[in-house]
């Protein structure tokens, strides 16, 4: 009997005619595990394609909610951007597919896993690395890292081996999919000095004219979205319509150019509307509720987050500790957001928490100012002291 193998398959060319590569190499049963994370992309063609192929068994799984509740959510409590832009739509899913898996190479009794990675992305490091942190044992298989095929030659192995491929609706470019967002790579994006082409985008394709213009409320409890317009909405629902409405304003386009971590730059460009909304609103009204301190030290606990989902290090001790911290300072983040949608932006425009932290009668410049200014004063001479004897002493800085 042959070894078994699970291949994390999306459907597309790359992992299609990994099915029949992989039969030839390693002479494996091959097992397709197809995860739905609300990718548009038609399962069960994509399933019907795997068996038809030569895969011995294929598997459709729904994981959107726990890609929500265990992997979405706590991103945006960390308000997750990696170099302070990128809302981490396929980073952050990587560590929920490797996940599953690992669980499925456990379930078929399977030693080895592949998946279609390029030997370029950060993706293959997400996956190797997740995979060997869940089970060091598996061996882990890239097909498209060993084997370094063109398009062209892609096509050809396809139709000498009578694998069925639309090939007529395989773009030029590269693109990844998930509720979070939207990523996408090649084609004329490899030059960073050329505008991308309208014809890349789909999530924002605008639908509304200059003059159109929205308010919506998101409800959070402790640090995640519950509700839109006062509507209590499922997880999923939520989402999916922020990311329709914000999408037809143009909203949550990013066009960037990104450190990889294997050391090269790319660019790249994102379509996030629900992401970008979420993010705002979030942090908007974690500002609202958490002191100072608070706030500022969780900033560098939000950079590290944001490095570690990037780098494929989910599964370590420290994004253990550092998610408890984030966990722990969620809980007065209740409350309300109001945003304003535009033609091609957003902004937050009200916040209200009963954990407010804002307090009028010591903020107001009007009549009813509680503030008593005899203490500015003292406090000011305090906590200016050392740089007066320093100048004293001729040693200003300046
Ligand atoms: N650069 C992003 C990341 O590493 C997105 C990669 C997405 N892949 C793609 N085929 N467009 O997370």
Partial sequence: MSEKLILAYSGG???????????????????????????PDNLQDAYDRALDTGASKAYIIDAKDEFINDYIYPSLKANAKYEKKYTLATAIARPLIAKKLVNFAQKENASMIAHGCTAKGNDQVRFDVGIRSLNPDIKIIAPMRVWKLSREEEIEYAQKNNIKINVTKKSIYSIDENLWG??????????????????????SKIRKSEKDNEYIEIGFEKGVPVSLNSEKMKPVDLILRLNEIGGSYGIGRLDMMENRLIGIKSREIYEAPAAEILLESHRELESLVSDRELLHYKYMIEDKVSEMIYYGLWFTPLMGCLIKFVEESQKYVSGTVRIKLEYKSFNVVGRKSEYSMYDYSLATYDKNDMFDPKFSESFIKIWGYPYEILAKKGRTNG
Avoid: M
């Fill in 13 to 39: 060319l790359d992992t299609t005619i990994a099915i029949k590569w992989l039969q030839e190499n390693y002479n494996v049963d091959v097992i397709a595990v197809l995860i739905d994370l609300g990718q």
């Fill in 182 to 203: 939207r990523s996408i790579e090649c084609g004329n994006l490899e030059d960073p000095w050329s505008e991308p082409l309208e014809e890349i985008y789909k999530w």
